[in-house]
């Protein structure tokens, strides 16, 4: 809560503005756009007698005597469900998408329900998942149209609110605070919601519903897939003391092999241990994480749970390479990738990071953060170079580069934006060449070195 006033003075100050909001509200729900609560709190204080003191920390204050109410929805096994949604053919059978066996070195970007249970999942090596299940249908995969479904999809998110944020290509948290009038109670608006997906798109969704994003996030995986999972208002904590530490949301691989090595099996383990016990343990800001993340308490800031917004992409080499030439040609195309996806999200980033898979499959990775956002793609691809020739061992084979940008924000919200005019120009221009690519695709404007 910003500021100090204990929340009983809080609701008095507020208590007629928020009856106000609950009126405005009612007279809004006739009409056939959700509302967004603050928007409500806004029009409500403008008309107070208080008007004049509105300011954002005052709409987060009106904000804490109201219920939040989130939905966090993820498509199910999604590549894989579109494959089958176009091709009668694949429905019911295990079909596996990435690559078709013989193709060196690919993994499985997702398998269907069906090839899930032969023990096939994303990440997978093509060749183990051949072993694992012959049978399979394997394809490589067809970006643009999972694009073009991800779009609709969003499309129709976006008719249950007007604060949804989209954090991948199948996934979004949905603020549906305040949208009662229109839509029916929020597990009303779920079951709505998932039927308006699968009638008009084919799809199925998997919805966790919660107050706060970080539990609906991993209700939403709890009963996969075409799953509704509500976690009620005052059971978030039971909720995530019943659940094994691997469902922690933004606890990596690191923090796994962590809570293995001190015997931590469930939240619930973790739920016993003091705060100052995990930040000593942990390093302070991510024992503070886990302290609140096993009471189902909100992160205290989105951005803070970690790993959960970035974005990467990696090339793999059909042969290992020693030319450092080809290597930067590859780190470009992926820089390209990363900044399009950048403009797409409509996000920034100070931190850029590499990845590098030696022959002997040794793995390096480097990151680094400046004061500025990345403003353009030649910008990125000069701190990725950078990073690269830093951290590379001549003379060793690669056999996998890769590179991302982590920490994200939305895009204008740091200080440090003061670009050059020459970059502010750069990056008009990147943003048109994206528009044109993204309208006549054939077009497909890149740089001279990528063609
Ligand atoms: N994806 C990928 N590589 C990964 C993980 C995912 O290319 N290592 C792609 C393919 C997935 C899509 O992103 O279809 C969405 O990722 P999810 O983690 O949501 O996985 P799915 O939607 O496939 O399955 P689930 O039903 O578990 O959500
Ligand atoms: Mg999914």
């Known amino acids: 809560m910003r500021g100090s006033a204990p929340l009983h003075s809080l609701r008095e100050r507020f208590a007629p503005l928020q009856s106000l909001a609950r009126f405005v509200h009612d007279g809004f729900s006739g009409k056939d756009r959700p509302v967004n609560i603050k928007l409500l709190f806004c029009i409500t204080a403008v008309n107070s007698p208080e008007k004049g003191a509105l300011t954002e920390s005052r709409i987060q204050d009106l904000m804490i005597l109201v219920t939040r109410y989130f939905i966090h929805a993820d498509l199910d096994a999604f590549y894989a469900s579109v494959e089958q949604l176009d091709n009668a053919d694949y429905r019911g059978k ?39 299940c012959p049978q399979g249908v394997f394809l490589r995969g067809n970006m643009k149209r999972y694009k073009e479904k991800s779009r609709e999809v969003m499309g129709i998110f976006s008719e249950f609110t007007p604060d949804l944020r989209q954090i991948s290509i199948d996934e979004a948290f949905l603020d549906i605070t305040g949208t009662e009038g229109l839509f029916g109670p929020p597990a009303e608006l779920a079951r709505k ?7 008009r798109t ?5 919805v966790g519903l919660a107050s706060n994003k970080y539990v609906a996030k991993i209700a939403s995986g709890m ?30 691989r ?17 739920y016993k241990i003091s705060e100052q016990r995990l930040c ?29 917004r970035s974005i990467s992409a990696e090339h793999t080499f059909d042969y290992d390479m020693y030319d450092g ?40 990775s480097a990151q680094e953060t400046s004061e500025h956002p990345v403003g353009t793609m030649s910008d990125l691809f000069e701190r990725v170079c950078a990073l690269f020739h830093r951290k590379c061992k001549r003379g060793i084979g690669i056999r996998l580069i890769g590179a991302g940008l982590m920490n994200l924000e939305t895009a204008g ?14 990056k008009k221009l990147e943003k048109c060449i994206h528009e044109i690519n993204k309208k006549f695709p054939e077009a497909a404007i890149k740089k001279a070195r990528l063609i």
């Open 325 to 364: 030439f080809a290597v930067e040609t590859a780190l470009m195309k992926i820089c390209n990738t990363l900044m399009y996806r950048l403009l797409d999200l409509d996000w920034q980033s100070r931190t850029v990071f590499i990845k590098i898979r030696y022959e002997d499959f040794s793995t390096e």
């Open 223 to 252: 009963s996969k897939p075409d799953g509704c999972f509500v976690v009620e208002k005052g059971g978030e904590e039971n909720f995530m003391r019943s659940l094994p530490v691997d469902r922690i949301w933004g606890a990596g």
């Open 280 to 308: 000593s343990v942990f390093g302070k800001a991510f024992g503070i994480f886990l302290y609140r993340a096993v009471r189902g308490q909100a992160a205290a800031s989105f951005d803070d749970i970690r790993g959960s």
């Open 202 to 206: 084919g799809l199925t969704v998997s």
């Open 193 to 199: 919601l998932k039927s308006a997906v699968r009638e």
């Open 413 to 426: 919200s740091s200080a440090g934006e003061l670009f050059e005019f020459e970059d502010e120009r750069k």
């Open 254 to 270: 690191k923090a796994q092999e962590k809570f293995k090595k001190y015997g931590y099996k469930t939240c619930d383990d973790i």
């Open 94 to 132: 295990p079909v596996i998408v990435g690559g078709l066996p013989g193709d060196r070195r690919t993994v499985v970007s997702t398998a269907s329900y069906e090839a899930r249970s032969y023990g096939v999942h994303s990440a997978m090596p093509i060749a183990r998942a051949c072993e694992l």
